[in-house]
């Protein structure tokens, strides 16, 4: 079945350091693949999209994210994380299909420490 | 500005009882979904529509209603049949079913009383 995988429930890191958020979709066809940011109580924010092309997508608030086919990921990272980067963050994926479901991960739940 | 509006942002349900959450958008868009948020379980689709007058269900369908009689505006009803209610409902919208991009409105909290 197709899928969407972030193995990390929750992640702390410190301010200024850096960040990497894993993501993994189902091995088959490629799907359009997203990072979504959600603040507490809010509804999610689009941080950045990959389609096609150029495996290294920027996006806003300074997040980047790289997409691998051999690994079958589509990991998120950040140089230097702010305080205000803390948030849950959710990587989803397009299959295709008559539907555009959208086929979410959990969820990594980001801590900043000072 | 265009967006997604969705109200109310808190809503209290008694036992028995059919409640409405409001979805309405000014982006153009011809695609309109609804997801319930539990913790832990990210976002499941609970109806969607690709046009004025259609609507599908998605995979958790069962206790909820919707309707789409206008381009700007997808509510969705969660009946006394739907057990287990208390969620973060959200609704998005994309130009169209087509793999695009989907956008989300800020979401409905659903307590039950």
């Known amino acids: 079945a197709q899928s969407v995988t972030q193995p990390d429930i929750h992640i702390t890191v410190s301010e200024g350091a850096s960040l990497e958020l894993r993501c993994n979709y189902s091995y088959g066809a490629t799907p359009y693949l997203f990072w979504y940011v959600q603040s507490p109580g809010q509804g999610l924010q689009l941080l950045l999209k990959?389609?096609?092309?150029?495996?290294l997508v920027q996006g806003i608030k300074g997040f980047e994210a790289e997409f691998k086919r051999s690994q079958s990921s589509f990991n998120l990272r950040k140089p230097s994380v702010h305080w205000s980067d803390a948030a849950e963050y959710f990587c989803a994926g397009d299959y295709g299909g008559a539907t555009n479901k959208l086929i979410f991960g959990t969820g990594t739940l980001l801590a900043v420490q000072p | 500005d265009g967006g997604i509006t969705q109200s109310p942002k808190y809503l209290f349900r008694k036992e028995g009882q059919n409640v409405t959450l409001s979805c309405e958008q000014n982006?153009?868009?011809?695609?309109m979904y609804w997801y319930r948020q539990d913790p832990g379980q990210g976002l499941r689709l609970i109806y969607y529509s690709q046009i004025v007058n259609d609507f599908q269900k998605g995979d958790i369908a069962e206790g909820y209603s919707v309707s789409r009689e206008k381009k700007e505006s997808f509510p969705l009803t969660v009946t006394s049949a739907q057990k287990n209610p208390t969620a973060f409902y959200l609704c998005?919208?994309?130009?169209?079913?087509?793999?695009?991009?989907?956008?989300f409105g800020p979401g409905t909290r659903l307590l039950v009383l």
């Open positions: 990959y389609f096609s092309g150029d495996t």
């Open positions: 982006l153009n868009h011809d695609a």
């Open positions: 998005a919208s994309s130009i169209t079913i087509h793999q695009e991009t989907q956008y």
